[in-house]
């Protein structure tokens, strides 16, 4: 499986930024997909995740409201609508895929393949 992800770049805060990873290769029909984000000297952290249905969904707390999910399965593509942009979200963003898995499992181990990241910069 392999993602490639796109949409990142610098955005004043109170800004938007849509977020998009394309998985291609053998992906099943039954995936999670989510995203996670890292600064430097910190470790990776979960963001959001949704099912391949795109019947469920789950924020970190940092997120919710302002954050939002969603996928495209025909084009095997999962967004990510980043609004209220805030200088606290700039990192890079990673996203994740994951067979046979659920959101929380997901949120909890991460993913089993890794998008190359796309960074978010975010000015004050």
């Known amino acids: 499986v392999q993602l490639q992800a796109s949409g990142g770049g610098l955005v004043q805060a109170g800004g938007s930024l849509r977020l998009s990873c394309a998985a291609s290769?053998?992906?099943?029909?039954?995936?999670?997909m989510g995203w996670f984000r890292q600064t430097p000297g910190k470790e990776r952290e979960f963001v959001s995740a949704?099912?391949?249905?795109?019947?469920?969904?789950i924020y970190a707390d940092s997120v919710k409201g302002r954050f939002t999910i969603s996928r495209d399965n025909a084009k095997n593509t999962v967004y990510l609508q980043m609004n209220s942009l805030k200088y606290e979200d700039t990192a890079v963003y990673y996203c994740?895929?994951?067979?046979?898995?659920?959101?929380?499992?997901?949120?909890?181990?991460?993913?089993?393949?890794w998008g190359q990241g796309t960074l978010v910069t975010v000015s004050s």
């Open positions: 994740a895929f994951r067979r046979f898995s659920n959101i929380v499992t997901m949120r909890d181990a991460g993913g089993e393949y």
């Open positions: 949704i099912t391949w249905s795109g019947g469920s969904t």
């Open positions: 290769g053998r992906t099943f029909s039954t995936y999670v």
